[in-house]
């Protein structure tokens, strides 16, 4: 069972990594893993919350930068997160 905690850790990690890639906010990844992923928002909260005690130089940088851009519509949203499923998938399945 331990091992497919850890293995569901880092299927997190790596879906949050790609709303990070796709400059989402951290509200924007937890609503997004909720509705596309089924992923429990205060998971993605938590792993979002230690991986940002593990990089705190990189997510005070993004931060930054997230404050200064515009928000992404809906839509365009929507295909990202499809896109991160589908990319998560292909992968778990490797």
Known sequence: MAGSSSSASYIHMHMIEK??????????????????????PVITSTVWKELEK????????????????EQMSEEETNQ??????????KEADD
Do not use: G, P, W
Not at 20 to 40: D, G, P, Q, R, Y
Not at 54 to 67: L, T
């Open 80 to 89: 990202m997160i499809q896109k991160i499923i589908s990319d998560s998938s």
């Open 54 to 69: 593990e990089n705190k130089e990189f997510f005070k940088a993004y931060e930054e930068r997230q404050s200064k851009k």
């Open 19 to 40: 709303c990070l890639i796709f400059h989402m906010s951290k509200e924007e990844c937890v609503e997004a893993l909720s509705k596309h992923a089924n992923v429990t």
